[in-house]
């Protein structure tokens, strides 16, 4: 089960759909400050189910749609999908590849499918635990994380002990 | 539920230790339940003490040390569960050279099993990958990517891209 | 006191809106009194928006925006009450290789009237420098000091370092 | 009114008697990780007043004393000096040169000395409070400023105002 691509509609500074296709090995993503690099990270916390707009810099969870710039007006909509392979048969279902999609609206309705089909956030939750995918507790490292696995309370490195466990 | 935990806990604390002596060369680490009859519950400490220093609290390392062993407790929890890909956010910027090259060469053993997505600014990094995006803003505010080799064209297209990446 | 540090803060928010100007090229930031009635209790908010993109909260800009609007800051408080001297302890760590000229440059400017000493890993600051000093651990947990030059050998006998200095 | 050196002695990793010197312009400090910079920025902090250890990464004063290694023994004190240029006559004492000494021993016991001549730790901040360096409020920055600067409790920026007006 390898991880294939990651596409982007809407989510933050990724105005217009932008497909990231990923190799064996280790994919490197550089470029100066503020340009999206991070925010690729927060689209694939997003997609495994992330709910605390905090943990994404944001306030609320509409801070994650794309809200313009001086010469483009904001979008309705963010999306993003993460597609895995199934080659391993790691994943319960008939389908060589597992596109998982999560969208929001400003409304605040959101929308979650499996290969096209609606369902539940839960749902994508529960095909992605087995794999190891379940939350992002250790799937998204970033550089704050070192305070807080060292930290005088030691609550986060709980959390990803019992995630492992 | 607790002798799972507690077998986790006592797996990892294992690891801990191996990948720590594997990224600081010298010294040694481990990871403490303070009340052992309360597994599920109890205070976790780390105590970390590199090379020939002598063991203190983990706040008297250097920003690079204190970096370096939250790297070796994720590695530790990764060899005891492995999760499938692993984003990395600029977990680099705090070292120097020799400990970027230890930190690469771990990623690299690792990258066996695991697919790794390295966001950085540090050339040692960029130079280890297997492949390179660049992300950039043309357009103020507006984010796109393209595929890029060291020393080539950046490549414009991102189909091309992605053609050239899943063959 | 009141009418001191109303006085203070109109003049370091309008250093800070020029100095941000200054590192980021384009777009605008402000520090903001939310309570103007009561200046010596009233939170203080910072608003940043760099290039193109729209006004945001402060936590939704990147790591390298949020430290070089941080220097901002800094220099802003500066060029009100400067300090003979100051020391800059890795600031530069998160910024792009741009970023870090721009960086480089403040301090250049205000280097005239304040002596900085910068720690840093990075090698375009290090060859901004006007003296350099490496700090090393040749035993193990005792630090030494050495003069270094870019390009030369290290000299190893400080007394030397300090001489070479102070003419 | 310059900066020309600062001397450590038992400070922290600083188990022998250091001197580093300062020049015109910018001096920058390198070394690999763990090396002892920031224990020189620390160093500075502490002889200008800093009475928090927790601002120097301690939990007692006593932590920065030199604490030994596996092959050496701990000191059982700690000593910084600054010392400044008085060419421009900043400071209100018929000196030259000013020479500020901060010394505490294990027992707890510390000692302030203003060209050698003992003095207490007020002394030593009211001489310096007039030329801007009264405190270390920002003239030692490091890393984890930014948050702190641009966090949601604004206390940090209202101390830094306060301290230049
Ligand atoms: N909802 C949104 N709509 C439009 N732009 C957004 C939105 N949320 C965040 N941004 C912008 O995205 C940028 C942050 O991008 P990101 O954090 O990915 O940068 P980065 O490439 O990681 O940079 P650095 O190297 O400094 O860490 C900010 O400038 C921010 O204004
Ligand atoms: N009281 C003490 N006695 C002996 N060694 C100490 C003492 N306090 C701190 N140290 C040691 O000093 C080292 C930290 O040094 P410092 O923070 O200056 O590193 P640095 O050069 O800034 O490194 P980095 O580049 O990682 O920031 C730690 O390894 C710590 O063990
Ligand atoms: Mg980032
Ligand atoms: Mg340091």
Redesign the pocket.
Known sequence: MFLKRIELFG???F?NKITVAFGEGTTC?I????????????AIRWVLGEQNPRLL??ETM????????RTRR?LGM?EVSLVLSNDTHAFPIDYAEIKVTRRVYRSGLSEYLINKNPCRLKDIRNLLMDTGLGSSAYTVMERSMTDQLLGNTSTNLRIMLEEAA | ARSLFLDTFQKVRKNFSEVFRTLFQEGEADLIMVDEANPLESDLEIVARPGQKRAQRIALLSGGERALTAISVLFALYLEKPSPFCIL??LDAPLDDANVGRFLEMVKRFGKRTQFVV?T?NRQTMEAANYLYG?T?QES???RVVSVRLGDEAVENEDEAIRSIQG
């Open positions: 989510f933050k500074s105005m993503v470029g100066p400050n503020g340009c999206g690099k991070s925010n690729i990270s927060d810099r944001g509409d801070d994650i749609i794309f809200n313009g710039t904001p963010a | 956010d600029e966001i600014h992300v803003m505010g507006v984010s």
